[in-house]
């Protein structure tokens, strides 16, 4: 059964930079065909994809953030990671880690989600 | 990017009715490329329906997604219980991946 949790900081302070990582266990974040996403949900809120890495270590930043976020991989860990830069209030949010295959059925998997809050 | 707008934003129905959720894309989006998520409070989301219509391993038959080009449609066929929450479309054909803004599914 793959399972995937996030960790890092609750309370990062404003123009720093958030720092989370995803650890999967179950099966190999190498495998061919998956992609690895991070997503974010404001309060109260829906739903925005921040961007993704996939199995060769390519990544994909959603345009709106691309500047300030990195998405990256360390296989020897099972772990992908997301940094974002120059926090404001406005990033606060439930960061959440999910896995899809080959972009066709949808983020099958998910983290349990981790509520960062950007505040002094 | 393309843009799902879902309606209603909330729906009040009793146990054992039947919920009928829309999704309207900016754009046609490819069947293929449709998702449907259920939400609960202090939860992830769960994936319910991919490809627009076919069931995520472990749901149950009372959920079934319809539609193609720019309307789909989430259909519980009757009301549980635990089905009160919240639904999400998804469109992961066109990047950004993009989310509606969800309907809410409550008690009445």
């Known amino acids: 059964q793959v399972q995937l949790q996030e960790s890092g900081p609750g309370l990062v302070k404003p123009s720093q930079t958030l720092s989370l990582t995803c650890t999967v266990s179950g099966g190999s974040i190498s495998s061919v065909g998956y992609y690895w996403n991070w997503i974010r949900q404001h309060p109260g809120k829906g739903l925005e994809c921040i961007g993704y890495?996939?199995?060769?270590?390519?990544?994909y930043y959603n345009p709106s953030l691309k500047s300030r976020v990195t998405i990256s991989v360390d296989t020897s860990k099972n772990q992908f990671s997301l940094k974002l830069t120059s926090v404001t209030a406005a990033d606060t949010a439930v960061y959440y880690c999910?896995?899809?295959?080959?972009?066709?059925?949808?983020?099958?998997?998910w983290g349990q989600g981790i509520l960062v809050s950007v505040s002094s | 990017e393309i843009v799902l707008t879902q309606s209603p934003g909330t729906l009040s129905l009793s146990p054992g009715e039947r919920a009928t959720l829309s999704c309207r894309a900016s754009r046609g989006v490819s069947s293929t490329y449709l998702a449907w998520y259920q939400q609960k409070p202090g939860q992830a989301p769960r994936l319910l329906i991919y490809?627009?219509?076919s069931r995520a391993t472990g749901i149950p038959d009372r959920f079934s997604g319809s539609g193609s080009g720019t309307d789909f449609t989430l259909t519980i066929s009757r009301l549980e219980p635990e089905d009160f929450a919240v639904y999400y479309c998804?469109?992961?054909?066109?990047?950004?991946?993009?989310f509606g803004q969800g309907t809410k599914v409550e008690i009445k």
């Open positions: 490809g627009a219509s």
């Open positions: 890495i996939d199995y060769s270590g390519s990544a």
């Open positions: 998804q469109q992961y054909g066109s990047s950004p991946q993009t």
């Open positions: 999910a896995r899809d295959y080959g972009m066709l059925y949808g983020f099958d998997y």
